[in-house]
């Protein structure tokens, strides 16, 4: 009985160590990400300053090349939050669409 006590308290303590941990990574994304996204709007901020054609001298290929380049870099991230979240859900087979 003291076998099964002892096991039970095991997995309690566990699971118990798990929310713990989930609560803190799940802090540290939050810190870490709005600290970043903020960084990346005063980016953009910062870039649109650049829009000043009285200081500034660019052509409607610069702007376009400019933010393709923007686009593909922000694809490229959101994927990898997809495919992570994607990686972590089973998918069953299906014939359905």
């Known amino acids: 009985m ?3 006590l002892n096991i039970v308290s095991f997995f309690y303590f566990c699971s118990e ?3 713990i941990m989930n609560l ?3 802090k540290r ?3 870490v ?3 970043r996204v903020d960084k990346i ?3 953009l901020r910062l870039l649109g300053n650049c829009s000043n054609k009285n200081n500034y001298e660019f052509t409607k290929e610069d702007v376009d090349f400019m933010f393709d380049e923007i686009r593909k870099a922000l694809k ?3 994927s990898k939050f997809e495919s992570e979240i994607n990686r972590n859900e ?3 087979f299906t014939l359905k669409k």
């Open 2 to 4: 003291l076998y099964i």
């Open 17 to 19: 160590f798990l929310f």
């Open 24 to 26: 803190e990574k799940r």
């Open 29 to 31: 994304f939050e810190k």
């Open 33 to 35: 990400a709005e600290n």
């Open 41 to 43: 709007l005063d980016g």
């Open 76 to 78: 490229v991230a959101q």
């Open 90 to 92: 089973k998918k069953k």
